[in-house]
């Protein structure tokens, strides 16, 4: 076996998964799975509120975007499912990740800050939107460097 088949075998981490409050909303919840492989991310978002444990969840949106070779400050993308109130934050996200991180990535998304401090105004969404990306860079960059020993 060569060295790049060994390499693309390891290549996959097992799956992290994530809760933190929304940062001006303490008693609702990001849960975020995230997979890093060698050639992708895969990643789940979604909330919750405090104390909630039997309420289901719509299934959001999925987008899948690829960074541009020829553009290298753009991402592509197009949505595999689309859910109205999720569709965006979900394309935002994807377009973020693939470009920061050269890689293409799926993202899905069922998250709703309708129940955040001040009912899902776009600084809540901003600020959550923020802390996913640190969040997951930070994991990203943690991965990458374990799989580089």
């Not at 197009?78 to 109205?84: I, N």
């Not at 129940?115 to 105004?121: D, E, I, K, N, R």
Request: proline fraction near 6%; charge should be negative.
């Amino acid at each position: 076996m060569t060295d790049q088949g060994a390499l693309a075998m390891q290549s996959s981490s097992p799956p992290i998964e994530i809760s933190f409050p929304l940062p001006k909303a303490p008693d609702t919840r990001i849960h975020l799975r995230l997979t890093i492989q060698a050639t992708s991310l895969l990643l789940f978002l979604t909330t919750v509120m405090n104390g909630e444990t039997s309420a289901t969840a719509s299934l959001g949106s999925f987008v899948y975007a690829i960074p541009d070779r020829f553009n290298p400050s753009q991402a592509l993308s197009t949505p595999l499912y689309t859910y109205e109130s999720s569709v965006e934050f979900a394309t935002r996200l994807a377009k973020l990740l693939a470009r920061k991180t050269k890689k293409p990535a799926y993202v899905g998304n069922s998250m709703s800050f309708a129940s955040a401090g001040m009912g899902g105004t776009i600084e809540e969404e901003m600020e959550g939107f923020k802390k996913v990306v640190d969040i997951v860079m930070e994991e990203v960059r943690r991965v990458e460097g374990q799989n580089e020993i």
